[in-house]
């Protein structure tokens, strides 16, 4: 808007000049000195305005709040506020106001956030925009998706089938049936032998029902690493609320997986304040992984143990994957 009336004071101006018209050349210099004013007092009301921010919520990608306290000079100049790394937006009109809105801060490590305010003049000519900082050392984790299919079907079937007594290999004794004891355990062999019903007794195996998911060392892209996170956190976060035991095996550690784990996948390199460098090998395990995952060639691959192997290149690719 300010450029346009400069410009168009300029056409004035030329015109009342080759005409000898003083009118037309006042409405020109008007026309010059509205968004002049316009951008001092948008600048004087910009200066004196106070921002108080407040940064709450669950460490993880999209769970970061943001609270504003707007305290500003009295005029009818209003103010934009917008979080620099987020989608808190709001427009202030009086002297006061709170905005409160959802900073979408990306996964990794933040010293500060950011909010942007924008202060529009009382002709709307001009804009002041400054840039408003508040400290803060939070640890940004991954987001999660629910995906109690594929963990009750995908990466925990072999377990879960082995526990309800699936696989014959697994029996440990026959013995007669107990009220209580599912239908799908009777065996009919020894029923038929003995006359009367006889059911299945079964161990767990594969290490005590612990699911074990595994990021592969190496190099990886921050995409990549940003999805793989994503996946990890997601399967352990639903497996651990189905009651299994989950350990991670990452960047050289094997973690058992507990409220406030998620942190952990925040530092994971690379990531936002977190340099690039290739990951550590996972130590060794007795038991084969449920989840390995690799990047290769910039890509996350991931491999399960009871089912296909696929490539995951974006978020909507690791939803569709997680919620079969």
Same mark, same amino acid.
């Given at each position: ?32 000195? @509205? ?37 500003? $000079? *009295? ?70 998706? $629910? ?16 526990? *309800? /007594? ?40 594969? /290490? ?9 060392? /190496? ?16 399967? *352990? ?11 991670? *095996? ?25 340099? @690039? ?8 395990? $007795?038991?084969?992984? @449920? ?15 009871? @089912? ?17």
């Amino acid at each position: 808007m300010g450029w346009a009336s400069a410009g168009l004071s300029v056409v004035l101006y030329l015109a009342g000049s080759n005409i000898g018209s003083g009118w037309i050349v006042m409405l020109a210099a008007a026309l010059v000195a @509205a968004p002049a004013l316009d951008l001092v007092t948008a600048a004087v009301t910009s200066r004196h305005t106070n921002l108080a921010i407040s940064v709450s919520g669950p460490p993880r990608v999209g769970g970061t709040r943001l609270r504003v306290q707007v305290t500003r $000079p *009295a005029g009818v100049t209003s103010l934009r506020i917008s979080a620099a790394d987020g989608e808190s937006r709001g427009t202030v009109r009086g002297q006061m106001a709170t905005i409160t809105g959802v900073a979408t801060l990306p996964r990794g490590v933040h010293d500060a956030v950011s909010v942007r305010a924008e202060t529009v003049g009382p002709l709307g000519l001009a804009v002041a925009r400054r840039r408003h900082q508040v400290a803060t050392n939070r640890l940004i984790g991954p987001s999660t998706l $629910p995906c109690p299919v594929r963990v009750r079907t995908g990466i925990a079937g072999v377990e879960a089938d082995r526990a *309800a /007594g699936h696989a014959d290999d697994e029996i440990a004794s026959i013995r007669p049936f107990v009220q209580g004891d599912p239908r799908r355990l009777v065996h009919w062999r020894s029923t038929a032998r003995h006359g009367q019903v006889m059911v299945r007794e079964h161990i767990r195996v594969g /290490g005590g029902g612990q699911l074990l998911l595994v990021m592969d060392g /190496g190099t990886w892209t921050q995409e990549a690493a940003d999805l793989a996170c994503t996946v990890l956190a997601s399967l *352990a976060e639903q497996a651990t609320a189905d009651g299994h035991d989950v350990l991670v *095996a990452i960047d050289g550690s094997l973690i058992t997986w507990e409220a406030g784990s998620i942190g952990t996948l925040a530092a994971v390199p690379p990531a936002h304040g977190v340099p @690039a460098r290739p990951l550590d090998m996972p130590p060794a395990v $007795p038991n084969p992984p @449920a989840v390995t995952l690799r990047c290769r060639d910039g890509h996350l691959i991931v491999l399960a143990s009871s @089912a296909p192997d696929v490539q995951l290149d974006s978020m909507q690719e690791v939803r569709a994957w997680l919620q079969p």
